[in-house]
């Protein structure tokens, strides 16, 4: 069983910038891959970015450019800097870690950001 914990979220102006971090419970150095996901209510699930063992990287269209995702295996935490926030960056961010055949998920932060 892994645990994760998001923090970092929060209220912020339009174009400000949020770090989150997602914080395991055992180390990250054996996840195939980590990454955030985003949904508000009715909404459907989007992914935001995901990082891989190797370090390979993707984002959604609507985030590059201005979302980083990284990770610190010694923590074993992965990050997600988000810049030029928008309105429509609002939502519920959950990180997600995939470890042999089980996907793991955090318990969400919010993320609102006013215009």
């Known amino acids: 069983q892994v645990q994760l914990v998001e923090s970092g979220g929060g209220l912020v102006q339009a174009g400000g910038s949020l770090r989150l971090s997602c914080a395991a419970s055992r180390s990250i150095f054996g996840a195939n891959a980590m990454g955030w996901y985003r949904q508000a209510p009715g909404k459907q699930r989007e992914l935001v970015a995901h990082?891989?063992?190797?370090?390979?990287?993707r984002y959604a269209d609507s985030v590059k450019g201005r979302f980083t995702i990284s990770r610190d295996n010694a923590k074993n935490t992965v990050y997600l800097q988000m810049n030029s926030l928008k309105p429509e960056d609002t939502d519920v961010y959950y990180c997600y870690a995939n470890f042999e055949l089980r996907t793991y998920w955090g318990q969400g932060t919010q993320v609102t950001v006013s215009s």
């Open positions: 990082i891989t063992s190797g370090d390979n990287t």
